[in-house]
């Protein structure tokens, strides 16, 4: 940003990053500058993050158990799948109210092919695919009706809310409770790694970042985006590890009765699905498409990108991360019950991506931000659980900090208008 | 492209009408490798019509278009792409939220098994970038929104010569800069032209198209009224042609009985 390089480096001249103050001074300026021009990122919502855990740490007593802590990882772990597929459908400028309902329809799908007895039981991991199917299947439908027909996507997906919905309530209504008994599906929610192998994927975990880094550093090598700040990457690196750690050796920690806790296998599949919906976002042409319809769709279609097909493609990944969170939520209680989906999933989700600082309006945000803001929502709602704070304050904590986050990032982006031109 | 006496484009009788309006009637119009080419007249004079008949946009009702010396069909933007043709339009059909490498490579990236190269796309961005001596972008990895509207121009103009093209053709490149920005993007154009490609440049601003082109083709009313050499004309005998003009013909095909084009 402070580079006095005319028009980047040529082959001749390797950029060490050598025009970008490094060390500490250079963290300070840059982020004095992003500060400055409103490109905040995600770290109102970090510092937001560690002053609700300190918080809850200090005023109730029993948050920071290590059975309150895989509680937690359980508990997020459906919103934050949903929230990855509201960061593409947002991308877009677009959106998906549909997702709460179908999530309950992928749990509907699972438990009914799982059922012992009822002449079309599967085995279980099976039956999570076909439910994840025919979630896609169904975001298909709904996007092809967005990109082909041209009804607004609000329209379209309101009226798959209610279909589902109505769906749901057919099949449940007079069956009342599906129990899930299928060992590969409940595992989903509450299988808990060993001690050993929790700490082998904190490992793991903390490793990739610093393996990307290192590779763009090669394979990129002479371009601005091999350039490396070490501070922060020192800084990032830390804070990964701590998080992968800090969060293995809480949870190994636990206990109820007899049986020991360990690594929940839900918060791995958090992250695996983080990484790949990531490397989907940012390195591959489909994900460059996503942005660019986003930005300016009139610009992606004479650019010769199919944008009817790049929309109908994020409306089945919506519908496929819905799915998945169903399978979740529905493995966390063994069941699936007409109180499905759990309290306000649909509009957790999507307040889990836009305080993730994903735009309504298309074309800006990344997919850690729907994984950030599961975090807060979720961390919050537990605490304040855990403070036994009444069901209406937890609605109108949570509304409050996501009108001041989406408030924050309003001002972020007004400043960086300015400074911009 | 040695042969510079035939034009890299022609296009001989074209005719466009809409419903019961004559926007294109016989149009002749050609522009040679090396060379700018102003296309020039009053709103409604058929500017657009035309550019959007050779860009593959809009169908024409009768006529020809030549391209190196040969007949060609272009039934969609595909197809003048396939060709080396490219337009640049007014709005300039940027991404705001994309960087300037990203916009470069819009739909076109540089991938392998779908996973993009962003390495082979920055290098090539900076080369062509620094070919054009654009000089005034900072950093090919800001977003477009950062941009002024020179850089942003001159970022539509490099995405439009990187393919190599054969023909650009820019609708109304400054409409929307100021004086300096307007220099630096007239000194842009006429390096186009300088380093062999066709440009054809749409524009209501006759110093911009005296500072630029090397011939000037004059529309009114859908028909051409005049070619002019730059250097053997004035901006008053423009402007007269642009106003009064009666049509010509420059092809050696005979001109269409005249009905009631002036007035």
């Not at chain 1, 993730?356 to 990344?366: A, D, I, Q, T, Y």
């Not at chain 2, 337009?87 to 991938?111: F, K, S, T, W």
Request: neutral net charge; glycine residues 12%; hydrophobic residues 50%.
């Amino acid at each position: 940003m402070t580079s006095p390089d005319v028009v980047g480096p040529d082959g001749a001249k390797p950029a060490e990053g050598d025009e970008l103050p490094g060390g500490v001074a250079g963290l300070y300026q840059r982020a004095w500058f992003n500060l400055r021009t409103g490109n905040l990122g995600p770290s109102p919502i970090i510092v937001g993050e560690i002053l609700v855990v300190v918080l809850f740490g200090l005023t109730a007593t029993n948050f920071f158990t290590a059975v309150n802590f895989t509680n937690l990882i359980n508990q997020m772990a459906g919103t934050a799948m949903l929230a990855f597929g509201v960061v593409f459908v947002l991308l877009l400028g677009e959106i998906d109210l549909s997702i709460g309902y179908l999530a309950g329809i992928g749990a509907l799908v699972v438990a009914e092919l799982q059922l012992p007895g009822s002449g079309h039981q599967l085995n279980g991991i099976l039956a999570m695919l076909i439910a994840v199917a025919v979630c896609a299947a169904i975001g298909g439908v709904q996007g092809s009706i967005v990109a082909f027909v041209g009804v607004p996507s609000f329209v379209v997906t309101l009226g798959g809310f209610l279909i589902w919905q109505g769906v749901i309530l057919n099949q449940l209504e007079q069956r009342g409770t599906i129990i899930i008994q299928d060992r590969w599906i409940n595992y989903t929610d509450s299988y808990a790694f060993s001690h050993v192998a929790g700490f082998l994927i904190a490992l793991i975990i903390t490793v990739l970042y610093p393996l990307s880094v290192f590779y763009k550093r090669v394979a990129a090598r002479g371009t601005e985006i091999a350039r490396v700040n070490w501070t922060a990457f020192a800084v990032k690196t830390a804070g990964i590890a701590a998080a992968a750690f800090g969060t293995v050796a809480i949870a190994n920690h636990g206990k109820v009765i007899a049986t020991s806790l360990g690594l929940p296998l839900s918060g791995v599949i958090i992250i695996v699905f983080f990484i790949l919906l990531t490397f989907l976002a940012k390195w591959t042409t489909f994900g460059r498409h996503v942005y660019a319809v986003g930005g300016n769709a009139e610009a992606a279609r004479r650019a010769g990108i199919n944008v009817p097909r790049i929309r109908v493609l994020v409306f089945m990944l919506s519908g496929a991360t819905a799915g998945i969170g169903g399978i979740i939520f529905a493995s966390q209680v063994n069941s699936v019950a007409l109180t499905f989906p759990p309290g306000n999933l649909l509009l957790n989700a999507i307040a889990a991506a836009v305080i993730g600082g994903v735009s309504l309006f298309g074309g800006r945000g990344e997919v850690r931000g729907a994984l950030l803001g599961a975090v807060l929502i979720g961390t919050l709602q537990n605490g304040l659980n855990t403070l036994s704070v009444s069901n209406g304050w937890i609605y109108i904590i949570t509304g409050l900090v996501l009108l001041g986050a989406v408030t924050l990032d309003t001002i972020a982006v007004r400043l960086q208008a300015r400074s911009g031109r | 492209m040695t042969m510079t006496d035939t034009p890299l484009l022609e296009l001989r009788g074209i005719t466009k009408t809409f419903g019961s309006v004559e926007a294109l009637t016989d149009v002749d119009f050609e522009v040679r490798a090396g060379e700018v080419m102003a296309l020039v007249g009053d709103n409604g004079a058929g500017k657009s019509t035309l550019i959007k008949c050779v860009a593959g946009t809009h169908a024409f009702d009768s006529g020809q278009i030549l391209f190196e010396g040969r007949e060609v069909s272009i039934h969609g933007p595909k197809d003048a792409a396939r060709l080396g043709i490219e337009v640049v339009y007014q709005d300039l059909a940027l991404c705001d939220n994309l960087d300037v490498v990203q916009n470069m490579y819009l739909g076109r990236e540089a991938n392998r098994f779908q996973i993009l190269n962003e390495a082979a796309m920055e290098h090539t961005t900076a080369s062509t970038l620094k070919g054009l001596a654009v000089t005034t972008i900072s950093s090919i990895r800001q977003p477009v929104a950062t941009l002024s509207g020179g850089q942003r121009q001159a970022v539509a103009v490099a995405k439009a010569v990187q393919w190599n093209s054969k023909l650009v053709i820019l609708d109304e490149p400054t409409a929307a800069l100021g004086v300096a920005q307007t220099e630096h993007v007239l000194a842009l154009v006429r390096r186009l032209g300088e380093q062999g490609l066709a440009v054809v440049i749409i524009s209501h601003n006759l110093h911009d198209i005296f500072e630029t082109a090397d011939r000037i083709t004059v529309l009114r009313l859908g028909r051409t009224v005049g070619i002019f050499e730059r250097q053997a004309t004035t901006q008053q005998a423009v402007v007269e042609a642009i106003t009064f003009g009666a049509p010509t013909k420059v092809s050696g095909i005979p001109a269409a009985p005249e009905v009631g084009g002036e007035g």
